[in-house]
């Protein structure tokens, strides 16, 4: 079992409806939650982190965590062409000040105009 | 643009040759992570620096490879008799809790 899972897709949403990403974890003791949208052939950035359960919203974005369930997801609402890109989960465990950050291998999004 | 910066941003070289590449980091921050990702791929941790300490190393990391962070600052990644399988993106990212990566170096091993 791969300690961070996310279908790879690619997942086909139209324009203007909601595109949904799930990622599921294996290390229960895991603290935040990061999703990055990666363009391709460029660098991870930021989308947004959460890390307590429940919703968090930013924008178009939200981000759901259920810990009992080892489960993230992303929502972005309103779905652009320029929302088309591959999307990481990413996962932190921190102790004794060391990070222990696990990516998942992410999910590819295409928006259909 | 996040503030992490790479160099070179583009890497061509004859197997058997080493590289390094460079990592400036954002300047507070004192977390410092090297990556390689491959095409489908999600990064791969390579070593973590915390201040000029190396405190993490991935097994997947052989002994060509070599990393420093001198006075915590700059840090620079070294790949010894480069192979084809080296070929990746090497990111570079930088954090006090959140990661921000650089722009990636691409290596192509010929």
Request: glycine share 8%; with cysteine.
């Amino acid at each position: 079992q791969k300690e961070v899972e996310q279908n790879s897709g690619p997942l086909s949403v139209p324009e203007g409806a909601i595109a949904s990403l799930n990622c599921t974890y294996s290390d229960r003791g895991s603290q935040s939650f990061f999703w990055y949208r990666q363009y391709s052939g460029k660098s991870p950035e930021l989308i947004m982190f959460i890390y307590s359960n429940g919703d968090k919203e930013d924008g178009r974005f939200t981000a759901q965590l259920n810990k009992a369930s080892q489960y993230v997801s992303l929502l972005i609402r309103d779905s652009q062409p320029s929302d088309s890109a591959t999307y990481l989960c990413a996962v932190i465990r921190e102790s004794g000040g060391y990070q222990k950050v696990t990516f998942g291998t992410g999910t590819k999004l295409q928006v259909i105009p | 643009d996040t503030g992490v910066s790479q160099d070179p941003r583009h890497k061509i070289t004859k197997r058997g040759q080493n590289v390094t590449f460079r990592c400036d980091p954002i300047s507070e921050h004192n977390r410092l992570y090297w990556y390689r990702q491959t095409l489908g791929q999600g990064p791969e941790f390579l070593t973590y620096f915390q201040n000029e300490a190396q405190l993490e190393k991935s097994r997947l990391l052989s002994d060509r490879f070599s990393a420093e962070r001198p006075k915590g600052s700059f840090s620079t990644l070294e790949i010894q008799r480069t192979e084809q399988g080296d070929s990746a993106m090497y990111l570079c990212a930088s954090s006090l809790t959140t990661q921000y990566f650089g722009p990636g170096t691409r290596l192509l091993v010929l």
